[in-house]
C-alpha cells in the first residue's frame, strides 16, 4: 500500500517562509512525477508545482519566483519551499504522485493528507 506522508505547515506572518516535504511509502516501483496542489476555503482544489521524473518543475503563475519544488528520488521524497508568503497562499496544501503500479500497469495517483499553511499577522 503506498502512502503520501506529509510534514510541515502551520502559521507564519506575511514575507515568511515555510517548508513542506512529502515522503512516498510502500513498494515503489517508479515514480512518474510528484507535486504539491492547494485548497483554499470556498475555491477548488489548484496546483501549485509539478516535477515529472526526468523533466523539469512547472508553477502556477501566481506563485513563480517565490515557491521551489524539488525532489530527492532516493527518498522517494518531494519538498516544497515557499518564501514571500501572501495571507492568499492560505490553503490546506496536498501532496500528489504518480506511481507506477506494476499490477496494473500503469501510474496511479495518490494523494497526501494534506496539511494547513495559514499566513496572517
Known amino acids: 500500500q503506498v502512502q503520501l506522508v506529509e510534514s510541515g505547515g502551520g502559521r507564519v506572518q506575511p514575507g515568511g517562509s515555510l517548508g513542506l516535504s512529502c515522503a512516498a511509502s510502500g513498494v515503489i516501483f517508479s515514480i512518474k512525477a510528484m507535486g504539491w496542489y492547494r485548497q483554499a476555503p470556498g475555491k477548488q482544489r489548484e496546483l501549485v508545482a509539478a516535477f515529472p521524473t526526468g523533466g523539469s518543475p512547472t508553477y502556477a503563475d501566481s506563485v513563480k519566483g517565490r515557491f521551489a519544488v524539488s525532489r530527492d528520488n532516493a527518498e522517494n521524497t518531494v519538498y516544497l519551499q515557499m518564501n514571500s508568503l501572501r495571507p492568499e497562499d492560505t490553503a490546506v496544501y496536498y501532496c500528489?504522485?504518480?506511481?507506477?503500479?506494476?499490477?496494473?500497469?500503469?501510474?496511479?495517483?495518490?494523494w497526501g493528507q494534506g496539511t494547513q499553511v495559514t499566513v496572517s499577522l
Open positions: 500528489n504522485a504518480d506511481i507506477f503500479d506494476t499490477l496494473l500497469q500503469r501510474p496511479v495517483n495518490y
